[in-house]
């Protein structure tokens, strides 16, 4: 992990400010979202992209029930599911 030698404080709101060129390299733009992960005593911040709740892609995706499955996850479950009707 490389240090920007940046200190920021911590607001009331429990706010911090990056650094502008940091948003630039990560291409992070007002209203994106970002995941916070916690490791030991460190926060990381990373752009949040979502992925299929089956494989963890970030490929074509369709939703269904509220959540992101990939279309090669969609045409396993229906080769799955027709194995598994074509032995009842
Ligand atoms: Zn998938």
Not at 15 to 25: A, Q
Not at 31 to 47: C, M, Q
Request: glycine content about 6%; hydrophobic content about 35%; charged content about 40%.
């Amino acid at each position: 992990m490389k240090s920007l030698g940046v200190i920021r404080k911590v607001d009331e709101l429990g706010r911090v400010v990056l650094p502008v060129e940091t948003r630039k390299r990560l291409g992070l733009e007002p209203k994106d979202p970002v995941e916070i992960f916690v490791e030991r005593d460190r926060i990381v911040l990373k752009k949040y992209e979502p992925v299929c709740i089956f494989c963890g892609s970030t490929g074509d995706a369709v939703i269904w029930k509220d959540k992101r499955v990939c279309k090669r996850c969609v045409e396993q479950m229906k080769r799955g599911a027709d194995k598994t009707y074509n032995e009842d």
